[in-house]
């Protein structure tokens, strides 16, 4: 059976022990910032674009400063729109018809497997246009990321390529001749 001294002394052990790791954790996080610190603001900005796209289509592309992508979002989410809603509109309307049909004996003499073929085809017409907006708006969100990740690519004329003729030796002894390519960046 342990005391009440014990105890205390065992508590004052862990009590330091944390404290020494959270001081430990504390000061590698200090110098990790001091080595991040001008890449911090990069290392955010695709997350930060992702979120934004995952909130509201084209935010992203707004954070990215990406204005001309606006209207083919928005042009794509409309038309998908619009599809699933008159596929939907179609879809209940042959739907009510097949309905009818069957539950009042056809007394209109209406076509009971095409009624039933056009409901089908406008549910599934209706359903793959979902599925294409889940897809167009994931894409968005991915354009997004990819626009943060390159927002500091340099594009400028600064870069150059070259085209370096290389001598090698293969390990039986023959020469070989190649070429290599070399990316520049003047400054």
């Known amino acids: 059976m342990t005391t009440r001294i014990e105890t205390q002394q065992e508590l004052k052990k862990y009590f330091y022990s944390l404290t020494f790791l959270l001081y430990w954790l504390a000061s590698s ?95 599934r017409n209706k359903e793959q246009l979902i599925i294409a907006g889940v897809v167009f708006y994931g894409l968005t969100i991915v354009d997004a990321i990819v626009d943060a990740h390159f927002y500091t690519f340099d594009v400028s004329d600064d870069l150059s390529l070259r085209w370096l003729p290389k001598i090698d030796f293969s390990p039986q002894g023959q020469t070989i001749f190649a070429l290599s390519l070399q990316l520049q960046t003047k400054k």
Request: glycine content about 6%; charged content about 15%; aromatic content about 16%.
């Open 29 to 123: 996080h200090l110098q990790a910032q001091d080595t991040l610190k001008h890449s911090k603001s990069l290392i955010n900005r695709p997350r930060e674009a992702a979120f934004r796209a995952a909130v509201l289509p084209s935010w992203g592309q707004i954070y990215n400063k990406k204005y001309w992508k606006l209207p083919i979002v928005y042009g794509g989410a409309a038309a998908i729109t619009y599809g699933i809603y008159w596929n939907n509109s179609y879809y209940q309307y042959f739907k009510s018809v097949y309905q009818e049909a069957v539950l009042t004996g056809n007394p209109q003499q209406i076509n009971i497997t095409a009624a039933e073929a056009l409901r089908n085809q406008f549910r």
